[in-house]
Each structure stands twice: as C-alpha cells, then as structure tokens.
C-alpha cells in the first residue's frame, strides 16, 4: 500500500509565493514519475510540473519560469511557486506512479491541498 500526503497549501495575494511540499510511503520499491497536477472549478484535471523517469522535467507551459519542481530524495518533492496569479487558483494534487516491493504497478493520489490566490 502507498501512502501520499500534501502540504503547504494555502492564502496568498498575487505576485506572491508558496511553497508545496509532497511526500510518498509504504511499499515502494521504485518511482517511474512523481509530480504536481491542479484542478480549478469546473475544470479537468492538469498536469503543472512532474519528474518522469530518468530524472527529466515537464512543465505546463502557463507555469514555466515561475513554478519551480525539486527534491531532496525520491519518495519527496517540492513545488515552488512564485509571482502566482489568480489563475493559479486549484486544488494541487501530487501523483506518484511506480512499483511496489511486490513487484505491481501503482499509481497514487494524495488527497489535494487547495491554493488560493487573491487578487
């Protein structure tokens, strides 16, 4: 079973930052691609910054230069977002897709961490 947790959402005025925190649990044995994806009201599902396997990155070009998308080991990552703008408004989910220890694929959500911007 895997485990995926969010924090770091939030209030923030335009212009601003916030920084998303995202960790991963449980019978991992390898990670193929972690990342952040968003959902605004009334909208799908989107991709904003993720790592794919090999370590490279992908980013929605409405975010490229001002979200930023790191780590410090493979089972964490981060998502630095900076000048936000009221459209940035979504709740955030991070989504891990991988391998466990026995051996399946898996691909995991946490649960959501909603992003305010105010304009």
């Known amino acids: 079973q895997v485990q995926v947790v969010e924090s770091g959402g939030g209030l923030v005025q335009a212009g601003g930052s916030l920084r998303l925190s995202c960790a991963a649990s449980?019978?991992?044995?390898?990670?193929?691609?972690m990342g952040w994806y968003r959902q605004a009201p009334g909208k799908q599902r989107e991709l904003v910054a993720v790592?794919?396997?090999?370590?490279?990155t992908n980013y929605a070009d409405s975010v490229k230069g001002r979200f930023t998308i790191s780590r410090d080991n493979a089972k964490r990552v981060y998502l630095q977002m900076n000048s936000v703008k009221a459209e940035d408004t979504a709740v955030y989910y991070c989504?891990?897709?991988?391998?466990?220890?026995?051996?399946?694929?898996?691909?995991?959500w946490g649960q959501g961490t909603q992003v305010t911007v105010s304009s």
């Open positions: 989504n891990v897709d991988g391998r466990t220890n026995g051996g399946s694929r898996f691909g995991s």
């Open positions: 449980g019978s991992i044995l390898s990670i193929n691609s």
């Open positions: 790592f794919t396997s090999g370590g490279s």
